[in-house]
């Protein structure tokens, strides 16, 4: 989602010379693998393109998912298929306000038959893993995913077990939902690569679905495989951008925390964050080099979730949104020499 029209005059020729070979592999295979996947995600949920772009962007960049949107947009539908293509291990986790920290991780059970305790693991032990309506469960559940999150690893009675990469996390929630709802934890919240919203689908699409719920429900096939998904994240670091791209990346993190209606800004790991999806957006697009338009079209994906408004701020109507536009049009594309 871009908020606003690419500033600035930086243009192509930031290209770098013709001999990053990984990444020239990535970007004609990362843009075969968007066109696919974008076309069997179509079969099943109509209107989502833009939210698919972003689901391979976090793919690529190796970072977890928060979808947010209303009932009914078909978040979850759209997690489980675009789970499907991955060709992953899968586990779904309807998260409830009875939820325990255990019932994610595992727990240590007796076994009689070996006469000790054996471990019994959870649905976090998994390569994608769909953590429904999240913020439903209380904070101490949600905070079981952190150490998976982050580490790549779970323990479980002081054992440390490591996950099957790749490990993605799906996450959905209600934004409109008050009641019997627990706000995911700052430090919960920035573990997430990407919040996505989904909002109604349009008119258009809206009678395209009827359409296509008229019929036997297709079957979608898996595009990927785990040593794919590996071999195509192993390559992003290679997505050539110039220096001046970091510093405008490092311009963007800082304004955010200067802005006069900004209570907590973006943090180093946002601005990691910002340089991975512009990366891996580069590449879906056919590029192995990335520019400030990748960067500001991330932007919202990435910063929406992890700034905090002053409470002044909220009362006069402002929202996170604004913060971020704001943010684009104050901070200078600078020139490359």
């Given amino acids: 989602m871009s908020l606003a029209p690419p500033i600035g005059t930086q243009q192509a020729h930031d290209a770098p ?14 843009k075969q693998l968007n066109q696919r996947v974008t076309a069997e995600i179509a079969r099943v949920v109509v209107g989502v393109e833009p939210v698919t772009q972003q689901l ?5 960049a190796g970072g977890h998912v928060l979808l947010e949107g209303v009932p009914g947009v078909a978040k979850t539908t759209l997690s489980k298929v675009f789970a499907r293509i991955l060709g992953c291990q ?22 009689r038959n070996a006469n000790d ?25 949600q905070a079981a995913l952190l150490e998976a999150m982050q580490e790549h690893q779970v323990t479980v009675d002081g054992v440390s077990l490591p996950l099957t990469l790749p490990f993605i996390v799906l996450a959905t929630q209600n934004p409109v939902e008050q009641e019997g709802v627990y706000r995911l934890p700052e430090a919960q919240l920035d573990r997430f690569l990407l919040r996505i919203e989904m909002g109604y689908p349009g008119l258009k ?9 008229s019929k036997p429900a297709a079957e979608v096939e898996p595009l990927f495989t785990p040593e794919t998904i590996l071999a195509l994240q192993r390559k992003l670091p290679f997505v050539y951008g110039h220096d001046s791209l970091f510093e405008y990346i490092v311009n963007l993190a800082d304004a955010s925390r200067r802005h006069p209606d900004v209570a907590l800004g973006a943090s180093p790991r946002a601005a990691l964050n910002l340089l991975r999806c512009a990366r891996a957006r580069a590449v879906l697009e056919g590029r192995h080099f990335f520019t400030h338009e990748d960067v500001q079209a991330v932007a919202y994906g990435v910063l929406g979730h992890r700034l905090i408004l002053r409470p002044e701020a909220e009362i006069e109507g402002k929202y996170v949104a604004d913060i971020v536009r704001d943010v684009l049009h104050s901070v200078p594309v600078l020139e490359t020499v």
């Fill in 90 to 111: 899968y586990q779904r986790v309807q998260f409830t306000p009875d939820l325990l920290p255990s019932d994610v991780t595992g727990t240590s059970i007796f076994d």
């Fill in 205 to 213: 699409h809206e009678v395209n679905l009827l359409r296509l719920h």
């Fill in 17 to 30: 010379p013709a001999d990053g070979k990984p990444a020239h592999e990535l970007a004609q295979q990362a």
């Fill in 117 to 141: 305790f054996v471990l019994r693991k959870g649905p976090i032990f998994t390569q994608v893993l769909l953590a429904d309506e999240i913020n439903r469960a209380p904070a101490k559940t």
């Fill in 56 to 60: 391979l962007i976090a793919l690529l």
